[in-house]
């Protein structure tokens, strides 16, 4: 008996699991862990591992922080310290955007999701963590994650004070990503 939960265990894992590892460093400091969800967003996951493998994410700010609700990163084209930070928010990467893939997994507190622009095939490189459940995103945005470890470093990013959330002064920033089996 043992050995069969052994096998089903193994198959209930998918083959290749990964994650994000995040150095989180500002008023925020610390790591937090991220399962990325491969079979749910297969297209989305390979974005964002291909981004943070190459180091395309190493010192993007979290931009948009909005007490209550999410901390959003991502902007590898406008969202670094030294830039325009007016601009944050309003990039990708150079990789395509991409086709949504919903799911029927709820926003709850530590889900991570794509942000997007209006159109819901407009996802690129930019992601949010949740604060506290958005059920009012369900079906609205791709799910690629959940918070695994270090949610009270998420709990500590910086608020943005400004319109929409944007982070004034100095933002706190992912000082690494690394992709994790």
Do not use: C, W
């Amino acid at each position: 008996m043992y050995k069969l939960a052994a096998l089903l265990a193994l198959f209930a894992v998918p083959a290749g699991a990964t994650g994000l590892k995040i150095e989180v460093a500002g008023e925020a400091n610390g790591t937090v862990t991220i399962d990325l969800l491969e079979d749910v967003a297969p297209k989305h996951v390979e974005q964002i591992t291909a981004l943070a493998a190459s180091g395309a994410y190493d010192g993007v700010v979290f931009h948009r922080v909005i007490d209550g609700f999410m901390a959003q990163t991502g902007d590898v084209q406008y969202g670094r310290m030294g830039g325009d930070m007016r601009l944050a928010g309003r990039g990708g990467s150079d990789r395509p955007d991409l086709p949504a893939e919903f799911s029927d997994i709820t926003y709850e507190r530590g889900v991570v999701g794509m942000a997007r622009a209006q159109d819901p095939n407009s996802a690129n490189s930019q992601f949010f963590i949740m604060f506290a459940p958005g059920p009012f995103l369900d079906g609205q945005y791709t799910v690629v994650g959940k918070v695994t470890g270090g949610m009270d470093v998420v709990d500590a990013i910086k608020r943005g004070t400004g319109p929409n959330g944007s982070v004034i002064g100095q933002p706190d920033q992912m000082k690494s990503v690394i992709v994790t089996e």
